[in-house]
Every structure is written in C-alpha cells, then in structure tokens.
C-alpha cells in the first residue's frame, strides 16, 4: 500500500514518467481529505472547476478516514520537526501513512530522508 501525498497525485496525474509505476499501484493508494482539499485547489486555480471536479471525483475514493489519534500524533510531529516547515497537510498525510503502515510517496524534498518515504522526483 502507497500514501499518495499532493505532490505524488499531481505528478501521476500529469503521468510523470517516474511516477508510472505508481500509477498502477495507485489503485491500492490512499490518501487524505487534506490532500484531496489540496489538489482541488490547484486544479481549480490551474485548470478550472471541470478538471478540478474530475480529480476530486477520482481521488475522493482513496481518502482514508483520520482519527484523534492520527491528528495528535501529527502535530506532535509538526512541533518536533519546526524548522521544516511542514504544512499541517503534510504532517496529517505522513502520521497517517505510518498508521495505515504505507510508504509515503512524495516528490517534496523537506521529506527526502525520512522513514518510510518513498521519494520519487
């Protein structure tokens, strides 16, 4: 199982070469609300409300649900790691990728060696 991080959505999306093979596996992604909020946002910005509905309808699929548990364990996180500068998004999306014991897939350099990270550019 793969969490599929913004930046990982994006760039399979956009069928990114060195993201195919994630493609594939995306049918066993998850994901977060945060993350589905994100690239709806861009989408809408980038390309308009049609593409953004069509990624929403695709990606809402893989939204797992997020429990106390997972947002203390996150902020925890965020607090741990300041100098980072991790968004709250990105903090909800990894402590969830742990939980959900799935590699976090990511371009975001700010991720590039930490634990369980598949880091893909």
């Known amino acids: ?3 599929l991080d913004t930046y990982a959505i994006i760039e399979i999306d956009r069928d990114n070469p060195c993201y195919r093979e994630y493609a594939l596996k ?12 994100e690239v709806y946002f861009i989408y809408l910005k980038k390309f308009g409300e049609k593409e953004a509905d ?7 699929s893989m939204v797992v649900p997020i429990d106390d548990s997972i947002i ?17 998004a990105d903090c909800i ?7 959900f014991n799935a ?3 990511t371009g975001d350099y700010a991720f590039k060696d930490l634990e369980n990270v598949e880091f893909v550019r």
């Open 1 to 3: 199982m793969v969490f």
């Open 26 to 37: 995306s049918a066993i992604g998850i994901t977060t609300l945060f993350n589905l909020i």
């Open 54 to 60: 069509e990624i929403y309808n695709i990606i809402k």
């Open 72 to 88: 203390k364990e996150a902020m925890k996180f965020k607090l741990a790691n300041q100098k980072k500068r991790y968004s709250i």
């Open 93 to 99: 999306g990894y402590i969830t990728a742990l939980k």
């Open 103 to 105: 590699k976090f897939l």
